[in-house]
């Protein structure tokens, strides 16, 4: 999932955009709803000397964000972007839930 696919997600639900709302909207158990969190993901990690500025962070959802870490060794960020295109392509990034409930809900369209 892409940065703007997650704000126009959060942007669709209630102003005060909180949890309980964005799972109602999207039929969405809150631990659902835990796992699509928006976080902040460094381009360039931090420990690999990433710094904290605009440029170098975008928003991710929570299991987006935690899957690029899991690995030994850590996708830099073009590569781990074109990882999840093709996944997400074939509807494999994802739990099936998601395709179903939220990205392909048409809330907002």
């Keep these: 999932m892409v940065a703007s696919d997650l704000t126009m997600?959060?942007?669709?639900?209630?102003?005060?955009?909180?949890p309980e709302?964005?799972?109602?909207?999207?039929?969405?158990?809150?631990?659902?709803?835990?796992?699509l969190q928006c976080?902040?993901?460094?381009?360039?990690?931090?420990?690999?000397?990433?710094?904290?500025?605009e440029s170098n962070i975008v928003t991710a959802c929570r299991l987006c964000n935690a899957r690029?870490?899991?690995r030994k060794d850590a996708r830099d960020?073009?590569?781990?972007?074109?990882h999840i295109a093709?996944?997400?392509g074939r509807k494999r990034w994802h739990d099936?839930?998601?395709f179903e409930k939220v990205?392909?809900?048409g809330v907002g369209r």
């Design 9 to 18: 997600l959060w942007r669709n639900v209630d102003p005060a955009r909180s």
């Design 21 to 35: 709302a964005f799972a109602a909207t999207y039929h969405l158990s809150k631990r659902q709803a835990h796992t």
């Design 39 to 53: 976080t902040a993901e460094h381009l360039h990690a931090r420990v690999d000397g990433g710094g904290d500025f």
């Design 68 to 70: 690029r870490h899991q």
């Design 77 to 82: 960020a073009i590569n781990h972007k074109a």
């Design 86 to 88: 093709r996944l997400m």
């Design 96 to 98: 099936p839930w998601v």
């Design 103 to 105: 990205l392909h809900s």
